[in-house]
């Protein structure tokens, strides 16, 4: 797949200018990473529990017969190279739940400049989703040790379904496929200047299929019905804390 890279007038501009650090601050930025398992690629993010670092991502991404406590080889883009780890894979008891824990054993993440919550979110309100569309990514980015910056896309938390005991937020927003993994983030309600909250993981999107007459029959089209699916952060945590 060919990588668009994209050119940024200012190398220093996303951790530079202050408006877009009242969207997305950098420390949520910067944890933000281009992953590839396998042949394919996705998004992750790195958060620190306990004083240990886990790369959080989309299950599905992972191989379907990987279970938890599987050792896992993956690479991570840096410096326009792919970088190779190991991690031990930590899944949900639900398999419903498209979340994947990755324990990478190590402690270098430090403290998380952000919460991991979903308490204190609402419907209706402003959110933004980060990862790698197809693929592409920003490898001009300098503020974070080379690896390459995400895009970023936002919308609305639009519903929370609850299917068991796995919590599915819907976001009115536009997805592609790359995003899978990613964070989704809002403005911190307890007012807490540049301090976001991380909410959920980006799984997939709902298509709308449609059909279209022709001269030569009906053929079906898939649209993207701008419907966002993503769980809940809290899972998780559930994993996280099953494996301790």
Known sequence: MRIFLILIVSLNFLSLN?????????????RVFQIKIGSGTASGFLISLEEVD???????????????????????????????????????DNEKVDVAVLNLHSNNAGENLFDIEITGSS???????????FGSRMDHYNGNNGYPAPFVKKGII?????????????????????FSGGPVVINNPSGLKHRMKIIGIVSG???????????????????????VYCYSIEHAKEIINKNK
């Not at 298509?207 to 419907?227: A, C, R």
């Open 18 to 30: 202050p408006k877009a650090q009242t969207m997305v601050t950098n420390e949520v930025f910067n």
């Open 158 to 178: 639009s519903a929370v379904l609850k299917d068991g005991d796995a919590v599915l937020v819907c976001l009115d927003g536009h997805n592609n496929p790359g």
């Open 54 to 92: 886990y790369l959080i991502t989309a299950r599905h991404t992972l191989p379907k017969d990987i279970t938890t406590g599987s050792n896992l080889d993956f690479e991570i883009m840096r410096n326009q190279k792919w970088e190779k780890l190991n991690a031990t894979v930590l899944l949900h």
């Open 123 to 133: 419907i209706t309100q402003d959110c933004y989703f980060l990862g790698y569309p």
């Open 205 to 227: 999107y709902r298509m709308d299929d449609k059909v279209k007459g022709t001269p030569v029959g009906n053929i079906i089209t898939y649209e993207n019905s701008g419907i």
